[in-house]
């Protein structure tokens, strides 16, 4: 009796622990998000702790319009689809090729150029970013969305995620196509590629938040109003040339947030088992 | 007929080659031109006095590395970053693995909380740092509010020293704790359970249980966690560019912020480059202890 209330005990400070963190990860969200739906003049109005700290007194859309107004929210939305979902679904299909190729086949000079690819994670993006840069410079590339692609079509990591899936695959599967006739290519794309399935989401996921999330190669490579990415955007909302418009400022972090949080919520199951699965980015 | 069949294996031999090399070619392409090519010439213009406007530079010794050491700034942004690394990497880490451990339990309420503390995780560091920016701001801040109301002084924040320090250091905790919680997690669910039942049947309390059962099974785990943590606070950037600046008077200036800014900010493209390899000895040593400890087949 006295261990089960000893247990109860337990539970309850823990929980309340956990509260308490719960707390400090949840509020600073509804801080910001309703201060992207207070009119301006109530930003910073309600210091003292009270209802209205959390949520507008007035709620309105202005910030927002502003936003839009402002910036070409529409573009820079549409570029970061754009070169988060491009480079995501091209990286898979060369990083799996890649993968299935030193996992699966038998070329002189395999082992050297996988020791070569993997050499190279010794080099992170930001070592890297002032050569890259003249080397972009040299291909007339800055200032392009091929500057922010093309660098992350085939990775390191993503090269030796997939081997190490293809590495343990059956090679008979690959090897009685072949007597019936398949190119390598077909055996690839119709056999291998489909088993997949589960290391590329995994693959897929990691690489769309890395390239969503993808700062210092934007900042530097990008200039061009109209060809910004929302994270470069909001830093200019941070730290605007003239006045920091706070309604403004909340709206876009707003706007960054909330659809990666809506799909999190949704699929979060996934999301985390997914990352876990990948063990450590 | 053997001879025949010789044949034929050999012109699948020599299929497998071609396509074996041809799969890789573009992988090896991207790589070489964005990678490969970049990591070599990083080298060259460490010993060079490049010019990004005369799109040149003359081989000038080590003259690069041997300023590299006099200069203060770049030394105390050696220091910042190795002060960040230092607070980060245990207290993250003992963080994430207390709560796995704590969490880990198949009541609803615990998978909620996990669901929520993963949050910041999926957020993106910019948006994050922004939103604290905000959260610390001297005037309106919720932080400030939340000090007043309990009668503590206010703080000025990422313009005090050493707030702006410390301040940082919480905000890459409050940003990544979650996610490596989750890490622990499936680690501490890949511990089988009849190791456990047979520490209780032994008569272990919880405590026990931990020191003596899970936190040995973790070790891998363990290990790999902090080899990556601490890679993640030598990259730092984020913090540095959206927060500070750096500031004030460079006690936030981390390395790779420092190396940017000499390089797009001041065309100083030598100096910078010769600080980059410093950097990649760095991380390559971290690189490669990653990979002793993950052995081949285990590895991310």
Known sequence: MSNKIKTNIYEIVLLIILFLVFLTVVIPYIWTVSNAFRFNDEIGVFNNLGIYTFIPKRFTFTNFKRMFDQLNMWRIILNTLLVAFSTTFISLFINSITGYSLGQLDFIGKNFIFGLFISMMMFPIEVLIIPLYLTMNDLNLNNSYFSLILPFLATPFGIFFMRQFFCNQPKALGESAKIDGASYFQIFVKIYFPLAKTPLLTLGLLTFMQQWDSFIVPVTFINDESKLVLQVALTRLSAGLYMTDYGVLFAGVTLSILPILIIYLIAQNNIQENIASAGIK | ?300
């Open chain 2, 1 to 300: 007929m053997l001879e025949k069949k010789k044949k034929k294996n050999n012109r699948i031999k020599k299929d497998e080659q071609i396509n074996g090399f041809v799969f890789v070619l573009p992988a090896l392409l991207i790589i070489g031109i964005f990678n490969f090519w970049p990591a070599v010439r990083l080298f060259l213009l460490s010993f060079s006095n490049y010019s990004i406007m005369a799109k040149k530079g003359e081989f000038i010794g080590i003259s690069n590395y041997l300023s590299m050491f006099e200069d203060k700034e770049f030394i105390n942004s050696l220091k910042v970053t190795i002060k960040m690394a230092i607070l980060i990497v245990p207290i993250q880490t003992i963080l994430a693995l207390l709560f796995a451990v704590a969490i880990n339990r198949k009541k609803r309420i615990y998978k909620f909380f996990r669901v929520v503390y993963f949050i910041p995780a999926i957020t993106s560091f910019v948006a994050v740092a922004i939103l604290w920016k905000q959260l610390l701001n001297p005037s309106f801040g919720l932080v400030n509010s939340i000090l007043e109301s309990l009668g503590l002084p206010r703080s000025q924040f990422l313009s005090a020293i050493p707030d702006a320090f410390y301040s940082t250091v919480f905000v890459c905790i409050w940003k990544s704790w979650g996610y490596f919680m989750v890490i622990f997690i499936s680690g501490l669910q890949d511990i089988p359970s009849d190791v456990k039942d047979a520490t209780r049947i032994d008569g272990a309390n919880s405590f026990q249980e931990l020191i003596y059962i899970t936190i040995p099974m973790l070790r891998k785990t363990t290990l790999l966690v902090i080899v990556v943590t601490t890679m993640d606070a030598i990259k730092l950037f984020v913090p540095a560019y959206t927060m500070t600046a750096g500031g004030p008077i460079g006690t936030t200036t981390t390395t790779v912020y420092y190396v940017w800014r000499q390089a797009f900010r001041l065309s100083e493209i030598g100096p910078a480059s010769a600080m980059s390899i410093l950097l990649f000895v760095i991380i390559g040593i971290i690189v490669i202890l990653q990979f002793k400890i993950g052995g081949e087949e285990q590895y991310e």
